[in-house]
């Protein structure tokens, strides 16, 4: 291969920059060039692209968000449309493409690899859900701007002696939920994999009045349900007060954590190794400290699982 493309799609991610920076920079090691497109696939579909130098990607593995933006694009799903994207690839002398991005990203990448044009997925969002890595790009940086918030929420909470629900992202995927509230010592946890018992909840919140503790931090998954209907949940069985949180998009920004930034640096070089390897359909994840490269299909016949482990355990401490 002589020239490659990268692109980025889905909801961002912090140190999906770090990782186009290592696709440009391995393949320029292996005299590749690479055209970045710009917002997804919605780019690939009209060749919005340029060519990306080494200098071009300078400055940026310390830079939340995407350097080629990012898109949500429904009408990629259409075969024409995926065969117009690789038309225009094809007039471009692009041979293969790097996608970066989550799961529905992997669906389009899946959907060309089909149609002959080499691609492989790396794994960029912060809910940390696709099957088959054990860590997706941005996920360490959200935990670290989630704990950051509830810290700060504590601080507050604890000198009004007041109860909050704190909700943070997470459609289909509670890890956000579950990882923050393990680190920030959340006296509950909900998440969208687990059922939840409110009853179980309000005890918790009772137990630790009953030994003076005037405050609790309970995190929900947005999955589960809103914040606020959360609170109102609990006001009306228990007529317990909390106030309400909603981290929101602060959780999707900010600069990218070391681990995030070693990790894209990693994954992105492997997805140009595989793809001048001349293999298509393949996602690329970290398993046991190793990267490693999988069928792409394996995402979508997989589900995601939150670790059992981690949500029993935090049970156990916040007793
Ligand atoms: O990218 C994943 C994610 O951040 C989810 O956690 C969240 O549910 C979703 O994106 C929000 O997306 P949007 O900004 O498009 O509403």
């Given amino acids: 291969m002589k020239r490659i493309a990268v692109l980025t799609s889905g909801g961002d991610s912090p140190g999906m920059n770090a990782a186009i920076r290592a696709v440009v920079r391995k393949a320029s090691y292996h005299g590749v060039e690479v055209m970045g497109i710009f917002h997804g696939y919605e780019g690939f579909i009209e060749g919005r692209m340029e060519l990306l130098d080494l200098g071009s990607v300078g400055g940026i593995i310390q830079r939340g968000g995407t350097k080629l933006f990012s898109s949500r694009c429904p009408q990629f799903k259409e075969d024409r449309y995926q065969y117009q994207g690789i038309e225009k690839m094809r007039e471009a002398n692009v041979e293969g493409l790097v996608v970066i991005g989550g799961d529905g990203s992997y669906?389009?990448?899946?959907?060309l690899s089909q149609?002959?044009?080499?691609?492989v997925g790396v794994p960029g969002t912060i809910d940390n859900d696709i099957p088959g890595t054990e860590y997706t790009i941005g996920f360490d940086t959200a935990l670290n701007t989630v704990i950051e918030s509830i810290d700060k929420i504590r601080d507050t909470a604890t000198s009004h002696e007041n109860s909050f629900v704190v909700e943070v992202m997470g459609r289909d995927a509670g890890d956000i939920a579950l990882w923050a509230g393990l680190a920030a010592g959340a006296e509950s946890i909900l998440i969208p994999e687990e059922s939840y018992n409110i009853d179980d909840i309000v005890n918790r919140i009772k137990r630790g009045e009953a030994r003076g503790k005037k405050h609790s931090i309970i995190i929900v998954a947005e999955g589960v349900m809103s914040g606020s209907e959360l609170a109102k949940i609990l006001k009306e069985k228990a007529n317990i007060i909390t106030?309400?949180?909603?981290l929101g998009?602060?959780?999707?920004?900010g600069s990218p954590s070391a681990r995030d930034r070693v990790l894209a640096g990693r994954l992105g070089a492997k997805a140009v190794e595989v793809l001048l390897e001349g293999r298509s359909g393949r996602a690329i994840g970290i398993n046991n400290h190793q990267i490693i490269d999988y069928d792409i299909e394996e995402v979508f016949i997989n589900k995601h699982k939150a670790d059992v482990?981690?949500?029993?355990?935090?049970?156990e401490l916040s007793i």
């Fill in 107 to 111: 669906r389009g990448a899946h959907a």
């Fill in 115 to 119: 149609k002959g044009f080499p691609c």
């Fill in 243 to 246: 106030r309400v949180s909603v």
């Fill in 249 to 253: 998009h602060i959780q999707r920004g």
């Fill in 309 to 315: 482990t981690l949500y029993t355990l935090s049970k």
